[in-house]
């Protein structure tokens, strides 16, 4: 469908994450009104509704994710069976329904729990300053297999924490700064760098507005049930401390966070 400037110039200012579905809104909106063409118009008029409407579309969550699924060549990990377990899992908590008895007043959308996961360390979706943020996380093993000295490795690190050692004729990674991005494992072609533990960083208590703060890692990689079971504590722990739509980032202080990745135990109220 074509799009005058004025209205692509509009919906670029729209997070990129989004954009698509913001995109695909616009046009079917204008189709169903017959417009042939997308102007500044069809876009203010679904924002418009958007904002009218946001009470019947909330769904008491907000779960997104980076590209990674439809087929980054980035990918650490493939989230792609991870995202569903993490749908159904904030379905069944009724957050929608918890903020309808707990919040006095208009249920607003940033009310709405937020969730993210990316595939990567890149972090598109912006797990930084999410309540929950998942990152998907591949670190490097060096194996004894043949290394053909190539140093693709060493060129592909984006850290630059892959040294070439003369002493050993093999790569040395700094583990201290390696983020576990997997790049290093995908450049390698004799599997002497390997994947070694693969699956996901998990980031929490971000979020933006009048007093904005940068998620808190919990330390290590974990698998996907572990994930859950964090995100389960999570809503759990939210469900019996916010009243008002206090977010969990708003709930749980660096301390809290630090705590929780040492001994598993949020604290039992805030
Ligand atoms: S987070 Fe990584 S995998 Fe996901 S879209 Fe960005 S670069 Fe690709
Ligand atoms: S996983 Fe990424 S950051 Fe770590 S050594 Fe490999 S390329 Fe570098
Ligand atoms: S570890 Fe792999 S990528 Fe690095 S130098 Fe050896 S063969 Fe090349």
Known sequence: MKWVPEAEKAVKKVPFFVRKRVRARVEKEAIAEGKPVITLAEVQATQRRYLNNMESEMRGYQLDSCFGPSGCANRAVDSTPLIPRIQALLEEADLLGFLKQTVAGKLRFHHELRVTVADCPNACSQPQIKDIGIL???RPAVTDNDCTQCEACVDACPEDVIFWSDETGR????????????????????????????????????????????????????????????????????????????????????????????????????
């Not at 700064?177 to 971000?206: F, H, M, N, S, W």
């Not at 919990?218 to 996907?224: M, N, Q």
């Open 136 to 138: 998907g996380a591949c």
């Open 171 to 270: 790569p040395r990674i700094e583990t201290s700064g390696c983020i576990a991005c997997g790049k290093c494992v995908a450049a390698c072609p004799t599997e002497t760098i390997a994947a070694g533990q693969t699956g996901y960083r998990v980031q929490l208590g971000g979020k933006l507005g009048r007093h904005p703060r940068l998620a808190t890692e919990l330390p290590g990689i974990y698998d996907e049930e572990r994930v859950i079971r964090i995100i389960q504590d999570c809503i759990v722990f939210y469900k019996a401390n916010s009243r008002n739509g206090k977010r969990l980032a708003e709930l749980l202080s660096t301390a809290d966070i630090e705590a929780y990745g040492a001994t598993g135990r949020f604290p039992d109220s805030c």
